[in-house]
């Protein structure tokens, strides 16, 4: 393992390289590269070489040469970085004491993330050991549902602060099972963030904002693979890994972008068999497989019927895209001179009649109401387009309830 980390030597840089020390991502460039090599327990989520492919914004150098660092911070932010943010303003709506941009407390302000540190500058006082992380995630994830900002400002705290935690948790080589249900919890965040973050389409830069997100949760879930793989005994799996792993087959829904560039198909030769046949996982491959084929009935009834709150947040997006592509062919397929009842249509594509004359005047087609006034969608119109915006949210009749 720590053989294929060193670099080749370059003979054109060989005498610049004594004077700088080695450094090294967390992550290899080439997302297959070592895909089959083991796990072992020794290594942290960010020194193990990965199956799935992912690359942490940190860059530090190379642990193997230094001693182990203990955090002995005891509280959610260092004092001497405390006191710095204190005198710059630069504290967050949720840390400052009493709306003081220039006041916070211990209890209040969390340790900022850094994108590149060296561990030889680091002191075990800037590091904060595992019960303090813990404690600090359970304060970002308490603001969650916090109605008193706009959710882009709580997520933007949260979405900071957790990858400094993550990073914590690396450079301190934090592998155990507390450190799995952290990252879990953090995975959670991202994904309930999917769901959060379209309510806030008005906002010129929430776009910018679901793909950092996007970013964040795909790293976030291969470091918690790893934990998994790193932390197994025999063919045990973990109580939520199943639908851990059902994430990270759902986010395959947008066939445009694989999310750690590496193909499905050469991932699951890596997945324990328990997962490959747990349940939560037979439902992302169905999803996966009715939605590729664009089988709109057996997609939406699978959706409403067994997704978990999770799950949903990841396809909801793409139930729009499948009731598109519902109406597109009921348009096409039609006969003109027998117009296609609203009543019907609401039951194939499972949402009230209110939003369906809605979504169907946003993808172009007019509606009509006949004698009796029963609405009808008249078929064969030449109009039908998908709106360059995106769809607006639709309730999503027959859903089940879902908690988190």
């Excluded at 590729?292 to 997609?299: A, S």
């Excluded at 499972?350 to 078929?379: H, I, R």
Aim: aromatic share 10%.
């Amino acid at each position: 393992m720590e053989r294929s980390r060193r670099q080749r030597p370059n003979p054109s840089s060989s005498s610049s390289s004594s004077t700088r020390p080695q450094t090294y991502r967390r992550f290899p460039s080439n997302p297959t590269q070592n895909a089959k090599s083991p796990n072992t327990n020794r290594h942290a989520p960010g020194f193990v070489k990965p199956r799935r492919a992912g690359q942490e914004d940190q860059e530090v150098d190379d642990p193997f040469n230094l001693p182990p660092l203990v955090g002995t911070c005891p509280f959610m932010c260092p004092v001497g970085e405390r006191a710095q943010r204190e005198r710059l303003r630069d504290l967050a709506v949720f840390e400052r004491l009493d709306g003081n941009p220039r006041k916070t407390s211990p209890v209040l302000a969390v340790k900022k993330f850094c994108r590149t540190i060296s561990i030889r500058d680091v002191q075990p006082s800037d590091l904060r050991p595992l019960p303090v992380l813990e404690d600090a995630l359970d304060f970002l994830l308490s603001l969650l549902d916090s109605t008193e900002h706009p959710f882009q400002v709580v997520h933007d705290f949260i979405f900071d602060r957790t990858r400094s935690i993550r990073q914590d948790l690396s450079m301190q080589n934090i592998v155990n099972e507390k450190a799995i249900y952290m990252y879990e919890k953090m995975v959670k965040f991202h994904v309930i963030s999917l769901h959060k973050l379209r309510s806030c389409s008005s906002d010129p830069n929430i776009s910018s904002v679901h793909y950092l997100n996007v970013e964040q949760l795909t790293k976030a879930l291969t470091s918690l693979f790893n934990l998994y793989d790193a932390n197994r005994s025999s063919n045990s799996i973990y109580e939520n890994e199943a639908e851990f792993h059902s994430f990270y087959v759902l986010l395959h829904l947008d066939s445009n972008s694989q999310p750690t560039g590496e193909s499905l198909s050469l991932w699951f030769r890596h997945v324990p068999i328990p997962i490959i046949k747990s349940k939560e996982m037979c439902f992302a491959r169905r999803i996966l497989r009715f939605f590729r084929i664009g089988n709109y009935k057996r997609f939406l009834l699978t959706a409403a019927a067994e997704a978990s709150y999770q799950q949903y947040c990841i396809i909801e997006p793409y139930i729009s895209e499948v009731r598109a592509l519902a109406l597109s062919c009921i348009n096409n397929g039609g006969y003109k001179l027998h117009p296609y009842p609203l009543a019907h249509l609401c039951k194939l594509l499972m949402m009230k009649e209110s939003d369906l004359v809605s979504f169907c005047n946003a993808c172009g087609l007019e509606t009509c109401t006949d004698e009796v006034g029963n609405k009808l969608l008249p078929t064969k119109q030449t109009t039908f387009c998908c709106p360059k915006g995106g769809f607006q949210s639709c309730s999503f009749s027959g859903l089940q309830p879902l908690e988190r």
